[in-house]
């Protein structure tokens, strides 16, 4: 399991309540997510926190993807994610498993394509996890259903070139439609990545959801 492993309770500590698996963007690596993850430890001391690596290489000519964006498209983009999401879904099962937390205790955070393979996850038949977070991330296909134990958490710079901000705020809607639990924070003046006022509305989001 190609991770970074941020955070591990000590033995003593008793089983672990909480798992944090971070999932990095295309062309990226665990290792840029290791501040994010740092923070999200020092604030929940109790739980397991992990910066998870994608097994593939991008072909993009550097770092690793989840799946190839190479003449990614609205059509193929589905297709794609489908393809790699039994892998995902494994590695969430795997590290589950190494730290004894169950679903529900369980937290996939995203940016970008690992927040597109976490949204994703949520359309599986049985739930994936407890709580699930998109920093600047979409879905391929409009969302077709919601577990009700599941919280959803979307995060979206207003001006973000890459994933437009609009994928979140549809997102949103759709998912409250199904009548899920989904929060949404649209951050202006931010583009395609994460600052400090993101990261401050994501700890209030994962506190009042704690």
Same mark, same amino acid.
């Given at each position: 399991?190609? &991770?970074?492993?941020? @955070?591990? !309770?000590?033995?003593?500590?008793?089983? #672990? $309540?909480?798992?944090?698996?971070?999932?990095?963007?295309?062309?990226?690596?665990?290792?840029?997510?290791?501040?994010?993850?740092?923070?999200?430890?020092?604030?929940?001391?109790? *739980?397991?926190?992990?910066?998870? @690596?994608?097994?593939?290489?991008?072909?993009?000519?550097?770092?690793?993807?989840?799946? /190839?964006? $190479?003449?990614?498209?609205?059509?193929?983009?589905?297709?794609?994610?489908?393809?790699?999401?039994?892998?995902?879904?494994?590695?969430?099962?795997?590290?589950?498993?190494?730290?004894?937390?169950? &679903? @529900?205790?369980?937290?996939?955070?995203?940016?970008?394509?690992?927040?597109?393979? *976490?949204?994703? /996850?949520?359309?599986?038949?049985?739930?994936?996890?407890?709580?699930?977070?998109?920093? &600047?991330?979409?879905?391929?296909?409009? !969302?077709?259903? #919601?577990? !009700?134990?599941?919280?959803?958490?979307?995060?979206?710079?207003?001006?973000?070139?890459?994933?437009?901000?609009? &994928?979140?705020?549809?997102?949103?809607? @759709?998912?409250?439609?199904?009548?899920? =639990?989904?929060?949404? =924070?649209?951050?202006?003046?931010?583009?395609?990545?994460? =600052?400090?006022?993101?990261?401050?509305?994501?700890?209030?989001?994962?506190?009042?959801?704690?």
């Amino acid at each position: 399991m190609n &991770a970074l492993i941020l @955070q591990q !309770p000590r033995p003593e500590a008793g089983t #672990a $309540r909480q798992l944090f698996l971070l999932f990095h963007g295309v062309g990226s690596n665990a290792e840029d997510l290791r501040g994010l993850g740092n923070a999200l430890a020092a604030r929940h001391p109790e *739980a397991w926190v992990v910066s998870v @690596q994608s097994p593939e290489p991008s072909d993009l000519g550097q770092g690793w993807q989840w799946f /190839s964006v $190479r003449g990614v498209t609205t059509d193929n983009r589905a297709y794609r994610i489908a393809t790699a999401m039994p892998g995902f879904i494994q590695t969430v099962a795997r590290w589950q498993q190494r730290s004894g937390v169950g &679903a @529900q205790g369980t937290t996939l955070l995203g940016f970008s394509q690992g927040a597109i393979m *976490a949204l994703e /996850s949520t359309q599986e038949p049985l739930p994936v996890a407890g709580r699930v977070v998109a920093l &600047a991330g979409r879905f391929a296909a409009p !969302p077709h259903r #919601a577990h !009700p134990g599941t919280r959803i958490h979307l995060l979206h710079g207003q001006v973000d070139g890459v994933v437009p901000a609009l &994928a979140s705020v549809e997102a949103q809607a @759709q998912l409250a439609a199904l009548q899920a =639990d989904v929060t949404l =924070d649209l951050l202006a003046g931010l583009g395609h990545g994460i =600052d400090e006022r993101m990261a401050a509305r994501l700890w209030d989001r994962l506190a009042a959801a704690h």
